[in-house]
Structure formats: structure tokens, C-alpha cells
């Protein structure tokens, strides 16, 4: 059964510093996403990941793929106030069209 | 190009009452997913129509649970009788391909508290 693990669960910050947040998975998969939801709204899809080696960017936010270790990777850096929301992970498992989530990261960047 | 609407977005219900909460996707879109978020807890799959079949429903956690899609258009999702352990968020999302280019387009979610 394909299971995703995403640390940290809680992360506050400064403005201005870098940091990462962590989504390993369990078994095979042929993509991984990347969301963000901020409180009371849908989730807005930011990355999708597709091949190992895979690095996307988009601002402040880079993502990337390491499929033989089962680990995506999404890096702040010099975080601002209105990163400040809930960031996801979500991986559908090979030959299936069920996505399955982590945890979630709450994110709070302090001024 | 309207998203996906879901409604109501808040429900507060007692245990043993029925609840039926809806779900309009993205016009055209094929694929139906309903996921919902216990307690702060992952995003749980719960399942997926393609059109009006269900294609996947092996998230779903009991026969209280019902989900329908009539017309392939908007789906329902129906708690009778609601136990507390229901409470949480139900999303609901849609997409229009399935192969390499899928993206999901989410709803803002109904948050259910059975009390």
C-alpha cells in the first residue's frame, strides 16, 4: 500500500530564510504534486513531478524528484509572509489513478 | 471558466442525522474525486468516478457512505447516519485527462462537524 510521509508538520520562520520541506513515499509511483492551501480555500496545484531528476521553480518555491529514493524535495527560499499557508504532497501510485496525500505542512513565515 | 464548487461549505449536524453534500466540477471534466481530512490528519482518498461510473471507491469507509453521480455532471456524497468520527473536511476535485497531463482542480472543501 503506498503511503507518503511529509515532515516537518509545523514549520515557522523568519523572512528572508531558506528552508525545505520533506514528501518520501513508499512504493513506486509515475508522479508526485505539490500543493497549497490557504486556510478555508481549495488547494492550488504548484508542481507536478513526473521523472527522476525532475526540478521545477516557481519564485521562491523549487521542487524536485529523486524517484530511487522515494523522496521529493519543496525549498523556500528567502521566505516571505504570504508563503504563510499549508503545502501538501500528493503521489498516485503506479497504474492507478488514486492520489494519495501527506500530512501537510503548515507553514507560518513571521515578519 | 467557473471551478469546481462544492456546497455547503460549512454543515453542523448531530450524531444519527443524514447529510448530503454536493459537488459541481469543472464543466467537461470527466473525473470526479471525493477526499476528505480528519482532524488535521492526510488528505484520505475516498473515491473516484469516471462520468457517471464509479471507478474507484476503495476509500470509502463504511456503507454509511454513499456517493452518486448522476448524469455524469455533479456528484453527492451522502452520510446517513452521521457518527462523530465523520467530522472533517470533504474535497472534492476534477480532472479532464487521466494520462501524463492530469491536474486536479480542487474545491474549497465542506467542513462537517457531527456533534
Known amino acids: 500500500e503506498l503511503k507518503v510521509e511529509q515532515n516537518p508538520l509545523f514549520l515557522s520562520m523568519q523572512e528572508g530564510k531558506n528552508y525545505t520541506i520533506y514528501c518520501n513515499y513508499s512504493t513506486t509511483s509515475d508522479r508526485l504534486y505539490w500543493y497549497r492551501q490557504d486556510p478555508g480555500k481549495s488547494l492550488e496545484s504548484l508542481f507536478v513531478l513526473l521523472s527522476n531528476g525532475a526540478v521545477k521553480q516557481e519564485g521562491r518555491l523549487m521542487a524536485s524528484l529523486d524517484t530511487k529514493a522515494r523522496l521529493s524535495t519543496l525549498h523556500i527560499t528567502a521566505a516571505v509572509h504570504d508563503l504563510s499557508a499549508t503545502y501538501f504532497c500528493?503521489?498516485?501510485?503506479?497504474?492507478?489513478?488514486?492520489?494519495?496525500f501527506g500530512t501537510g505542512t503548515r507553514l507560518k513565515v513571521l515578519a | 471558466e467557473a471551478g469546481v464548487t462544492q456546497f455547503p461549505s460549512h454543515s453542523v449536524i448531530e450524531k444519527g442525522q443524514t447529510v448530503t453534500l454536493r459537488c459541481d466540477p469543472i464543466?467537461?471534466?470527466?473525473?470526479l474525486y471525493w477526499y476528505r481530512r480528519v482532524m488535521g490528519k492526510e488528505i484520505k482518498f475516498l473515491l473516484h468516478f469516471v462520468k457517471e461510473s464509479k471507478q474507484d471507491e476503495s476509500g470509502m469507509p463504511n456503507n454509511r457512505f454513499l456517493a452518486e453521480r448522476t448524469g455524469g455532471t455533479y456528484s453527492t456524497l451522502k452520510v446517513q447516519p452521521a457518527e462523530l468520527e465523520d467530522s472533517g473536511v470533504y474535497f472534492c476535485?476534477?480532472?479532464?485527462?487521466?494520462?501524463?497531463?492530469?491536474?486536479?482542480?480542487f474545491g474549497s472543501g465542506t467542513q462537517l462537524s457531527v456533534l
Open positions: 464543466s467537461g471534466h470527466d473525473n
Open positions: 500528493a503521489v498516485r501510485g503506479s497504474g492507478t489513478y488514486k492520489y494519495i
Open positions: 476535485a476534477s480532472s479532464q485527462d487521466r494520462d501524463l497531463n492530469e491536474k486536479l482542480f
